[in-house]
């Protein structure tokens, strides 16, 4: 208890989050063995991207956008090692504690959110084998992937024109390939159906 605290008589504030997996999960202090991917992707997806301000019937879920930049970084990068397709697939693992927060929000907080985000992404590397920070290179192939999920998804479903979304994120190069165009009509999921589609991309890369 702090110092505060024992002056005033109060409890210090909870800092944890009871998971349906049983796990008890320390925010300030996350332990990768207090970490299950089973509450990772159903928190996931039921997190919608956009704050939900995207066309159909079901919000655009975290789950299935982590799914498309796996997908998208094994495009720009086909021999991609199969750790660095994991480490895409979790990159926004930690917003199924903290939720998705657009952008603009994330920079009015500040260093302490980014701070809190980053603790809790090493202990979710380190959970499934990862280094708790992957090389430079890969960082930067994920966010190449992740800001071409951003302008698919601006452009299709969340109302963006073609050149807003290419001055916000950037207009993506390098997506060719077969079946690029089914993976790019992107149509919202149910939440189970997400969910069942992160779980599955995760399995085929443990």
Not at 54 to 75: D, M, N
Not at 92 to 108: H, L, N, Q, R, T
Not at 195 to 200: E, I, M, P, V
């Amino acid at each position: 208890m702090s110092t505060s605290s024992r002056k005033t008589g109060r409890k210090p504030p909870r800092a944890w989050q009871r998971m349906l997996s049983g796990r008890r999960l320390d925010l300030l202090d996350p332990a990768p063995v207090d970490i299950e991917i089973e509450d990772i992707a159903l928190g996931l997806s039921r997190v919608a991207r956009w704050n939900g301000q995207t066309t159909g019937e079901w919000p655009f879920s975290v789950a299935q956008h982590c799914v498309l930049v796996e997908r998208l970084a094994t495009i720009f990068r086909p021999q991609l090692d199969r750790r660095w397709r994991l480490a895409a697939l979790l990159h926004d693992a930690p917003e199924y504690v903290i939720g998705d927060m657009i952008s603009p929000f994330k920079a009015a907080l500040g260093l302490d959110y980014k701070d809190f985000e980053q603790r809790l992404m090493r202990a979710i590397h380190i959970r499934f084998g990862l280094p708790p920070e992957p090389p430079q290179w890969v960082e930067k192939l994920i966010k190449r992937a992740d800001r071409a999920s951003a302008f698919i998804e601006a452009t299709r479903l969340a109302g963006f024109s073609d050149a807003e979304a290419a001055r916000f994120f950037g207009r993506p190069r390098g997506l060719k390939g077969a079946g690029v165009d089914a993976l790019l009509a992107l149509e919202p999921l149910p939440p189970e159906a997400a969910r069942t589609a992160f779980l599955q991309r995760f399995e085929r890369l443990r």
